[in-house]
C-alpha cells in the first residue's frame, strides 16, 4: 500500500497546485455545508422558538448586526437568507475542488500514459518477446484507468471524509458533549466493519479479476486462432473450455456479490442505528429540557451527513486497495530497464566491411551461435543459408543491436568500430532490415511505405513500391495508395505484406540492407524481378540475405551456410559448389536433380 | 457489420432494449424477488424522517419520556428490516448483472464460433473481444445497476412525495415544486455530457489499439526507427482524451452543486413559511424538521436520476452492437435436414456419421468474396478422385488459397455446386468435413501454451507418445530438442517463442495427429530449410498415401510428385495434368519450371 502516495506523488509532479486549490476548495464547501443545519437550528430555537441562541459567535454578531441596523426586520427573511447564501457560496467551491481535482487526475494520468507507450517503445526487444500483448495492454489500460477513478473520486473523498467527520465531531462534542458521546460510540463499530470488509473484497476481487483476465484470455487465443479451430472441427472444445471460464468467472462475481450485499446491509444497519440512538437519547435529553428542539435537530442532521461518507469509505478501502494492485502491476512495465541513449556512443559511416569475430551467443541455455566468424565486404551482396533454427536471425539481431552482444563473447565490427559503441538509432536507422513476419501499421499503405522516411512524396514511394514488384497491386485497390491496411481496412495477402515491407525499407535508402528470409511467400518469378530491381537500385550498399531458396542466394558475391549456429561453408555459388558439401547437397535437392 | 458502423441512435430507443427480452425472460424470477426487497427497503428508508417527527412532537414536545423504549424497539426492528432487504436486494442485483452477462457472452461466443471465416478478415480480434466483454459488461451493469438505481430512486422520490403532502400540503409544494427545475438542468447538462462520453468512448478505443500496434509492432518500429514518431502521435491522442475528459467532468461539476442549491433554496422558503406557519401554532414543530430532511433528500435523487438516464444512452450503443454481432447471418450454415441427422457444431451425432472417402468434385464452381466485385474463380470444374495428391502452381493472389477453402467449404461457391463424394457439400456436416481435415497454413497459428498442448489439438484424446510419434515423423521433434524444456516448453503467445519454420514443423504435427483422410498443405513449407523439408516430403508422402491431399507450393520437388497439377492463372485453371504431361505441352507449366530449373542452375 505504501507505494500508492509515492507514485502518485511522482506522476503529479507539476499538478500539485491543482491538487492543492481542490482541497482547499473542498474544506471551505464542507464548512459552508456546516453552517446550514447551524442556522436551521437557530431559526427553529431562536426565531421561532425564542429560546437562547446557540450560534459561533461571528456569525451571531453579523445577524445582531444585520438586525440592529434595521434593513430587513423580518428574523425569519434573514435566516432563509443564511441558508440560501451558504449553500451557493458552498456550491462555488464545490465547484472549484471538482474541477480543479479533475484537472490535477487528468494531468497526472496523462502523464503516466505518455510515460508507459514511451516506456513500452523504448523497452529491448528481449522485454517484447518475454511478456504477453494481451497483459501489457490490460495494464496500460484497465490498470491506468483505476488509478485515474481512485485519484479522480476517492482521493478527494478520504480528505473531506476526514475533514467532515473531525469538523462535525467538534461542532457536535461542542453543543453537547453526552450526545455527542453517543454519536462518536459508533465510529468504532463502523470502522471496525469497514475495514474486515474492505480486506475481504479486495481479496475477492482480486480472484475476479484473474478469472476475468483468464476469460479474456481464451476468447483472444480462440479469435486469433480462428482458422485452426475451424480447421480441426474444435468449435465444441472450444466453447466448453469458454464456457468453463465464463461460469468460473461468474461465481467469483457471485461470492462477491453476496459479501458487497452483507456489507452495505450492516453498513445500513449500523450507521441508521446510530441516528436512532441519537434520536432517542436526544429526545430524552430535550424531554427533560437538557437540550433545545434546535440542537437535538443539528445533531440528527450532523448524524446524517456524517452516515454516508463514513459507509462510503469502505468502498474507498477496497478501491484503494485495488489500484495498489494496478500501480504494482504498472510499476512492474516501467520498472523494466528500457533503452536509454548512450554518452559516448558514436555515429560512424557504415558504408563499410562488416566483422563477426568469433561471435558465441545464447538466448538462454543452448548457444545459438558458436564462435561464428566471417567478414561482408562493403558494397557486396550476401547470402546466407541454413536449417531453421540454425541462428540466421540472430544474426541480424545482433548486427542491428535488438540483442545486444556480450562482453568476451566475441566482437562485431563495422567499418572496424564495434557495434556496441554505435548508438542504437543511428545503427538500425541505416541498416534496413526487412523481417520473416513483417508488421504494418493500421495507416494508409502510403503512410506505411513512408513511415520511416515521413513527407516523401508519392513519386518516390511508387519508385520504391515498384522496385518491389508491389505497386500494380497496390493500383489494383479501389483506394490505390490511400487504401488502409490492417485491423480496420483490408486483408493483404502474406505475399503483399512482405513487398510493402520492402518497399518501406528501400525508403530509407540504408548503406545496409537486411532481407530476413522476406521473399518466402513470394513465387520465384516475383523474387526474380525484385532482386534484379534491387540490384540496379542499391549499388552502393550492403546487402544480407537470408533464405532456404538457392534461387534467391545464388547471385550474392558471398554465400554462407550456417549449420547448428556454426559456419560450415562460405564462397561464391560456384566454389561453394565444387566443395560438394551442405551447399551443393541443397543446391541438388532444390533443382529437382536428387529426389 | 464492419467495424465504421456507427449506427448510434440519438435518444432513447425502447425497441433496442426490447431486444434484451428473452435475456429477462431467463432470470425474471430474480428481478421480481429483487425487486420485492428493493421496494421493502425503500418504503423503510423513506419513512426514516417519520420517526423523527413522532420523537419530537411526542417525546420534546410533550416533554414525556413515556413509551420511548417502544418507539426505540419498533424504530430497531424497522432498521434492521430494511438493512437484510438491502442485503439480499444487492445479492439479487449482482446476481442478475452476472447471469446477464454469462448468457450474453455464451451466446456471442458460440455465435462467433458459427460465423464464416470471410467475417473475421474484416473484423479485428480487438473489436470482437470489445464486444464480448466490454460491451456485455456495460449492458448488464446497466441492466441490474443502473434500471434498479432508476427504480429506486423513482420510488424513493414518489414516497417521500406522498409523505410530504400527508404532512401538510402546502410546504410538500414548496419541494415539489423544484423537482422539475432539478430535472430541466440536470437534462440539459447530461445532453452534453452525453456527447463528451462518446467522444471519450472513441478515443478510449484508438488509445488501446495504440497500445495493442505499439507493443506487437514494437520489433518493426525498432528496426525502423520510428519509437519517437509513434510516442509523438500517442500524445496528441492522450491529449485529446484528457481535454475531453477535463470538459465532461467540468459539466457535471456546474451541475451537481447547480441542483443542489435548488434543494437549499427550497430549504430557505421552507424556513421562512413553516417558521411563520409555526410562529402562529398553525404547524408542528416536528413536521417542519421532518421537512428539512425532505428537502435534502429529495433533490439529491433527482441529480442521481438524469445521471443513470444518459448512462443508460450511453449502454445502448452496446447493445446495438452486441445484437448486431448475434444478428450476424450465418451464411455458411448447415440445412435442418442435416443438422437433425448429423447434429451440429456442439452437439454432433457422431454416430449418424458416414466415413469419408475423399471424392471431392467441383461442378462449374464460380466465386467471388462477399465483399468483392470480381471473381477470383470462374467457371471451375474437376473431379479428384479419392487418395489424390492435387498440386496447385501458379502467381501470388491468383486463386489457389481459393480453390483449396472451397473445398473445405470455409467459403461457398457463388455460383455452381462442390460435391464430397458425391453429395452437394451443402448438404453435409461441416462439422463431418472439417473433422476430416488437416489443414496445415503458411502462416501457422500456435495456441500460447506447451508444444505438447498445441500437437494435441489435433487429436484430444492422443497419448503423449502419439504426439512425440506424430512430431518425430515430420521432424518436428527438433524443435523439442531446442527448448529447454521439450515438449513441455512454453510456445509464447501465437507460438512467438519459435521461428516461422518452427511454428510450420509444430503445426504439421498437429494435423499428421489428427490421421485425417484429407490434407490441405497451403505452403506449409515455405518457412522450412531444404534439408528439413526433404525429411518431411518422404514422411509426408507415406501419409498422404491413400489421402486426397491439396499442395500448394513453389517448390519444385513438392509439386512433381503430385498425381494432378493445376496451373492457376487470373481465377482460371489454365492447365492441368502429371508433371510429365505438362511439359510434354510446352505450356505455361513447362515455362514456369524451366525458370525454376535455370534459376537455380544457372
Known amino acids: 500500500m505504501e507505494t500508492i502516495p509515492k507514485m502518485m506523488l511522482q506522476f503529479a509532479r507539476g499538478n500539485k497546485r491543482f491538487f492543492l486549490i481542490s482541497v482547499l476548495a473542498s474544506a471551505l464547501a464542507s464548512l459552508m455545508g456546516f453552517l446550514t443545519p447551524l442556522i436551521v437550528g437557530f431559526t427553529i430555537d431562536d426565531v421561532i422558538g425564542g429560546t437562547e441562541a446557540s450560534m459561533p459567535g461571528p456569525l451571531m454578531r453579523l445577524y445582531e448586526f444585520i438586525l440592529t441596523r434595521g434593513i430587513i426586520t423580518n428574523a425569519l427573511i434573514i435566516c432563509a437568507i443564511f441558508v440560501a447564501v451558504c449553500s451557493i457560496v458552498a456550491g462555488i467551491f464545490n465547484y472549484l475542488s471538482r474541477v480543479n481535482m479533475a484537472k490535477c487526475a487528468e494531468r497526472t494520468i496523462r502523464n503516466l500514459r505518455d510515460k508507459l507507450y514511451k516506456h513500452t517503445q523504448n523497452l529491448p526487444f528481449e522485454w517484447h518477446t518475454k511478456n504477453l500483448t494481451g497483459d501489457i495492454i490490460q495494464r496500460c489500460t484497465s490498470d491506468v484507468e483505476t488509478t485515474r477513478r481512485f485519484m479522480l473520486q476517492q482521493l478527494i473523498e478520504v480528505l473531506r471524509i476526514g475533514i467532515l467527520i473531525v469538523t462535525a465531531l467538534i461542532i457536535m462534542f461542542s453543543i453537547n458533549v453526552r450526545v455527542a458521546l453517543v454519536s462518536a460510540a459508533f465510529l468504532p463499530i463502523i470502522l471496525t466493519y469497514t475495514i474486515y470488509f474492505s480486506i475481504r473484497i479486495a481479496k475477492e476481487f482480486h480472484k475476479c479479476d484473474e478469472a476475468e483476465g483468464e476469460l479474456m484470455v481464451r476468447v483472444q487465443e480462440n479469435l486469433t486462432g480462428v482458422r485452426v479451430v475451424r480447421a480441426f472441427g474444435r468449435e465444441r472444445y472450444e466453447t466448453d473450455m469458454f464456457n468453463e471460464k465464463n461460469v468460473a468467472f461468474t461465481s467469483k462475481w457471485l461470492k462477491l456479490g453476496t459479501t458487497f450485499g452483507m456489507f452495505w446491509g450492516v453498513g445500513d444497519i449500523v450507521s441508521t442505528m446510530q441516528s436512532l440512538a441519537v434520536l432517542v437519547y436526544g429526545s430524552v435529553l430535550a424531554s427533560q429540557g437538557a437540550i433545545s428542539i434546535g440542537d437535538l435537530l443539528v445533531f440528527l442532521s450532523y448524524t446524517l451527513t456524517i452516515m454516508w461518507p463514513i459507509r462510503a469509505l469502505g468502498r474507498i478501502l477496497s478501491d484503494m486497495s485495488q489500484t495498489s494492485v494496478s500501480l504494482k502491476r504498472i510499476k512492474e512495465i516501467l520498472d523494466a530497464p528500457a533503452e536509454e541513449p548512450e554518452p559516448g556512443a558514436i555515429c560512424p559511416p557504415l558504408n563499410r566491411d562488416i566483422e563477426f569475430k568469433n561471435v558465441t551467443f545464447t538466448y538462454g541455455t543452448e548457444p545459438v551461435l558458436k564462435d561464428v566468424s566471417f567478414t561482408i565486404k562493403h558494397s557486396n551482396v550476401f547470402g546466407i543459408l541454413g536449417a531453421t533454427g540454425a541462428g540466421k536471425s540472430t544474426i541480424t539481431y545482433l548486427l542491428n543491436r535488438l540483442y545486444d552482444l556480450p562482453e568476451d563473447c566475441g566482437d562485431i565490427l563495422v567499418g572496424g568500430v564495434d557495434v556496441r559503441n554505435i548508438a542504437k538509432p543511428y545503427l538500425r536507422g541505416h541498416i534496413g532490415l526487412v523481417l520473416q513476419e513483417p508488421f504494418l501499421y493500421s495507416k494508409t499503405i502510403l503512410e506505411n511505405i513512408d513511415i520511416a522516411t515521413k513527407g516523401r512524396n508519392l513519386q518516390k514511394v511508387r519508385e520504391k513500391a515498384e522496385i518491389a514488384a508491389v505497386d500494380d497491386s497496390i493500383m489494383s485497390f479501389s483506394k490505390g495508395y490511400d487504401t488502409i491496411v490492417g485491423e480496420r481496412g483490408v486483408t493483404l495477402s502474406g505475399g503483399q505484406k512482405q513487398r510493402i515491407a520492402i518497399a518501406r525499407t528501400l525508403m530509407m535508402d540504408c548503406p545496409i540492407m537486411v532481407f530476413d528470409d522476406s521473399m518466402s511467400s513470394l513465387d520465384m518469378e516475383t523474387d526474380a524481378k525484385i532482386r534484379e530491381a534491387l540490384r540496379e537500385n542499391t549499388a552502393g550498399a550492403t546487402v544480407i540475405i537470408i533464405s532456404h531458396r538457392i534461387s534467391t542466394l545464388m547471385t550474392a558475391d558471398q554465400i554462407m551456410v550456417l549449420e547448428d549456429g556454426s559456419v560450415a561453408e562460405i564462397g561464391s555459388h560456384a566454389e561453394l559448389l565444387q566443395k560438394n558439401g551442405v551447399y551443393k547437397r541443397v543446391h541438388d535437392l532444390q533443382s529437382g536433380m536428387q529426389q | ?602
Open chain 2, 1 to 602: 457489420m464492419s467495424n465504421d458502423t456507427k449506427t448510434q441512435t440519438k435518444g432513447f430507443s425502447l425497441a433496442l432494449w426490447r431486444r434484451l427480452g428473452p435475456y429477462f425472460s431467463k432470470i425474471k424470477r430474480r428481478f421480481i424477488i429483487g425487486a420485492v426487497f428493493m421496494l421493502i427497503n425503500t418504503v423503510t428508508s423513506a419513512s426514516y424522517p417519520l420517526f423523527t417527527r413522532y420523537a419530537i412532537d411526542n417525546f420534546v414536545m410533550r416533554e414525556t419520556t413515556e413509551g420511548i423504549g417502544a418507539f426505540a424497539w419498533i424504530f430497531g426492528a424497522v432498521i434492521i428490516v430494511s438493512g437484510l432487504c438491502f442485503a439480499f436486494y444487492i445479492k439479487q442485483l449482482m446476481s442478475i448483472e452476472v447471469s446477464m452477462g454469462l448468457m450474453i457472452r455464451k451466446d456471442c461466443f458460440e455465435h462467433l464460433q458459427k460465423l464464416p471465416l470471410s467475417f473475421f478478415n474484416k473484423n479485428s480480434v480487438g473489436y470482437l473481444m470489445g464486444r464480448v466483454m466490454s460491451d456485455t459488461d456495460r449492458i448488464t451493469s446497466m441492466v441490474s445497476w443502473g434500471f434498479s438505481d432508476f427504480v429506486e430512486m423513482l420510488c424513493y422520490i414518489i414516497f417521500c412525495v406522498i409523505f410530504m403532502f400527508i404532512l401538510s400540503p402546502m410546504l410538500a409544494l414548496i419541494i415539489v415544486a423544484m423537482i422539475p427545475i432539478a430535472i430541466l438542468i440536470s437534462f440539459y447538462f447530461q445532453r452534453k455530457v452525453i456527447g463528451v462520453n462518446r467522444n471519450i468512448q472513441e478515443i478510449t478505443a484508438q488509445i488501446s489499439g495504440a497500445y495493442n500496434e505499439g507493443i506487437t509492432g514494437s520489433k518493426t518500429s525498432k528496426t525502423l526507427v520510428i519509437e519517437d514518431t509513434n510516442v509523438t502521435e500517442f500524445g496528441k491522442l492522450s491529449q485529446r482524451m484528457s481535454v475531453e475528459t477535463v470538459r465532461g467532468l467540468r459539466l457535471n461539476a456546474i451541475m451537481t452543486p447547480l441542483v443542489m442549491s435548488l434543494g437549499s433554496i427550497a430549504l430557505a422558503v421552507l424556513l421562512y413559511r413553516g417558521g411563520i406557519l409555526v410562529g402562529d401554532n398553525l404547524l408542528q414543530f416536528g413536521i417542519l424538521s421532518a421537512f428539512i430532511t425532505y428537502a435534502v433528500m429529495v433533490i439529491e435523487p433527482v441529480v442521481f436520476l438524469t445521471s443513470i438516464m444518459s448512462n443508460m444512452m450511453l449502454a445502448q450503443v452496446g447493445i446495438e452492437r452486441v445484437t448486431a454481432l448475434l444478428g450476424e447471418p450465418e451464411t455458411i450454415k448447415d440445412t435442418p435436414e442435416v443438422v437433425e441427422k448429423y447434429g451440429d457444431t456442439f452437439n454432433p451425432k457422431r454416430e449418424n456419421w458416414e466415413p469419408i472417402k475423399g471424392e471431392i468434385t467441383f461442378e462449374n464452381v464460380w466465386f467471388k468474396y462477399p465483399d468483392g466485385d470480381e471473381y477470383v474463380l470462374e467457371d471451375f470444374s474437376l473431379t479428384v478422385p479419392p487418395g489424390t495428391t492435387v498440386a496447385l502452381v501458379g502467381e501470388t493472389g491468383a486463386g489457389k488459397s481459393t480453390i483449396v477453402n472451397l473445398a473445405c467449404r470455409f467459403y461457398e461457391p457463388t455460383r455452381g455446386q462442390v460435391l464430397i463424394d458425391g453429395k452437394p457439400s451443402r448438404d453435409r456436416s461441416q462439422l463431418w468435413l472439417h473433422s476430416s481435415l488437416g489443414y496445415v497454413l503458411q502462416q501457422p497459428h500456435l495456441f500460447s501454451g506447451t508444444l505438447m498442448e498445441n500437437i494435441r489439438y489435433g487429436r484430444l484424446e492422443a497419448t503423449d507418445a502419439e504426439i512425440i510419434a506424430a512430431a518425430k515423423l515430420v521432424s518436428a521433434d527438433v524443435v523439442a530438442d531446442r527448448m529447454p524444456e521439450g515438449y513441455d516448453s512454453n510456445v509464447g503467445e501465437g507460438g512467438d517463442m519459435l521461428s516461422t519454420g518452427e511454428k510450420q514443423l509444430i503445426s504439421f504435427a498437429r494435423a499428421v495427429l489428427a490421421n485425417p483422410p484429407i490434407f490441405v498443405l497451403d505452403e506449409a513449407t515455405s518457412s522450412i530449410d531444404t534439408e528439413t523439408e526433404l525429411l518431411i516430403q518422404n514422411a509426408i508422402s507415406h501419409i498422404l498415401k491413400g489421402r486426397t491431399s491439396f499442395i500448394i507450393a513453389h517448390r519444385l520437388s513438392t509439386i512433381t510428385r503430385a498425381d494432378l497439377i493445376l496451373v492457376v492463372e487470373g481465377g482460371r485453371v489454365s492447365e492441368r495434368g502429371t508433371h510429365a504431361e505438362l511439359l510434354e505441352k510446352q505450356g505455361r507449366y513447362a515455362q514456369l519450371y524451366r525458370a525454376m530449373q535455370e534459376g537455380v542452375q544457372a
